[in-house]
Each structure stands twice: as structure tokens, then as C-alpha cells.
């Protein structure tokens, strides 16, 4: 066997055991779980049944949803997420002073507008600012809050937890949370920021269309940690089809994402939130028809 042949092994070996270190953002998930797909009768986002990109999207490709964290207050950074060279999905924090810029750039050129919606953590709760989701509010507190930062932010479609390991542990508050986002017909994403978080259940609940995070890409903030992080979620991409990935408007973040995405077109669809959803919901009814036919 070749030098050559055995350093790659090598190399293949550390990227599948490599554990990232994520307690920087909060309680780590259980590695490797199946995202789950919305039930086909869930309340879907008005935005996402225009978008053109659905219907070329059938492929059989592996699905690849990559979500940037944390725009807004550096608009150098954020400016270069709203220019990746792949569909993604950018989360907006809110009453920050770059936002509304960089949404109506990112929506401007394909990528879905996210409000990345701040909740109260079981840590560091000094990092939370006046429009966080906590404990203590009331259900019309939360409600007026809620939209109040959605009202920030131009074009949101759907909308991901800033922090929220306590909160999203929380059922009657997340009850509250997504009666609302389903009266504003948005999608959800879990960040997952707690292996106990009951978010995602209290939106399907709902009727809305929810997804969960699987891997973060930089809880590590150096390059070679973030290709390894996205290796990590490409290979979970081929093994089960689909893959969420959050990363945040880093430097060494950006310029991986940057350097790599374009490299992987050819075997994988970068999709939006909305347009995965979408492709799923004409998928089930393609099938439908499908089944129909043979009765």
C-alpha cells in the first residue's frame, strides 16, 4: 500500500470521529440525527410556493441546508454571506444596525431571510439583550415581543433560536412561540442548543413546517476545524439524504465556505429552507398522484 493511500485513510478516519467541541454553544445534540421531514399536511410558508427553484430542484442528489447565524451587526462579514456561491438560508438577530441592509441584499440574490429570534439560555445570560424571549413574560408579552422583532427584519420566511437552551426546554412557552408563528405562516428551525429542547415538537404540533440542526460548522473557530465540521455534515448528507449545518459570519468560516461550496455543486443541491420544503411538499404529491393512478 502507498504512502500516499494510507495518509488519505488516515485523513478519511480523523474527519468520521472527529467530535467537535460545541459546550461554546451550549449543550451539545446527540450527534447524527435524522432531521425531521414535515409532515406533508404542515402549514407551509407562503414565500416558499413562488420560488422557481423548486421544481428543478428534484434531484436525487443529497440535500445540503446551510444556515449563517448571527448577521447584522458587522456588515463586512455579513455582506460576505449574503454573497456565498450556494443557495443558504441567512438568520437576522434583531435590532441590529446592519440587518435590514443585508436581508433585502441576501433576499435580492436567492437566499431565504431568517429571523434568528433570541431566548433565554441556562448560561451567560448576560449576553441577553432586551429583545430575548425569556421565562418570565407573559403569553402577551412573548406574543408582542416575538413580532415586534419579526417587524425588524425585511423578507423573513422562517426563523431559528439565538441561544434558548432554556427556553426551548420549556413546552408552554414554546406553545405560546409557535401558536404565533403559525398565525404568521413561517417555517422554524431548532438550533438545537439543548438535547432537551421541545421546540420542534410544540411547531409540528402546530402545523408548521420544522426542521432540526445537525451539525454546527464552527464551534471551533480555526479553518481546519470548519472543513472538518463540513465534511462531517456532507457525509451525513450522503447517508441520509439531507443535512442541516449552522455556521456563523466568522472570517475563517466565510472564507471555507467560500473556498469549498463551489467544489461540491456537481454532487450535492445546496437548497434553501423554503425551497427544500417545497420540493418535499411536490414530491408527496407527486406521489399522490402516483398512488391514485394505480387504484
Known amino acids: 500500500m502507498s504512502s500516499t493511500l494510507i495518509f488519505r485513510l488516515i485523513l478519511l478516519a480523523v474527519s468520521l470521529v472527529m467530535i467537535p467541541v460545541e459546550a461554546s454553544v451550549e449543550d451539545a445534540w446527540p450527534k447524527f440525527i435524522q432531521p425531521m421531514i414535515p409532515k406533508i399536511n404542515a402549514r407551509l410558508p407562503k414565500a416558499q410556493t413562488a420560488s422557481p427553484n423548486v421544481s428543478s430542484s428534484l434531484t436525487n442528489k443529497p440535500v445540503v441546508i446551510i444556515i449563517i447565524d448571527d448577521i447584522g451587526d458587522n456588515y463586512r462579514l455579513g455582506k460576505r454571506a449574503t454573497d456565498l456561491p450556494v443557495a443558504v438560508n441567512l438568520a437576522f438577530l434583531p435590532r441590529t444596525p446592519f440587518a435590514a441592509k443585508l436581508a433585502n441584499r441576501g433576499f435580492k440574490n436567492g437566499h431565504d431571510i431568517m429571523l ?112 472538518n465540521q463540513l465534511t462531517r455534515g456532507l457525509q451525513i448528507a450522503q447517508r441520509k439524504g439531507m443535512v442541516i449545518m449552522i455556521g456563523h459570519p466568522y472570517q475563517n468560516t466565510m472564507e471555507v465556505l467560500e473556498r469549498l461550496l463551489p467544489n461540491y455543486r456537481d454532487q450535492f443541491q445546496f437548497l434553501t429552507v423554503s425551497d427544500y420544503l417545497g420540493q418535499q411538499k411536490l414530491l408527496a404529491q407527486n406521489s399522490s398522484t402516483t398512488g391514485n393512478k394505480h387504484q
Open 116 to 227: 434568528h429570534l433570541p431566548m433565554e439560555s441556562t448560561t451567560r445570560k448576560d449576553l441577553l439583550r432586551d429583545e430575548a424571549l425569556t421565562q418570565d413574560l407573559t403569553t402577551q408579552e412573548l406574543e408582542q415581543k416575538f413580532l415586534q422583532n419579526l417587524a425588524e427584519i425585511p423578507h423573513v420566511q422562517g426563523f431559528n433560536n439565538h441561544m434558548g437552551s432554556l427556553l426551548t426546554a420549556m413546552p408552554d412557552q414554546m406553545n405560546w412561540l409557535m401558536t404565533v408563528a403559525a398565525e404568521q405562516d413561517l417555517y422554524f428551525v431548532d438550533s438545537r442548543t439543548t438535547a432537551k429542547s421541545v421546540a420542534l415538537q410544540q411547531a409540528t404540533s402546530k402545523g408548521i413546517a420544522a426542521l432540526g440542526r445537525d451539525v454546527f460548522l464552527d464551534p471551533v473557530g480555526d479553518q481546519v476545524s470548519v472543513e
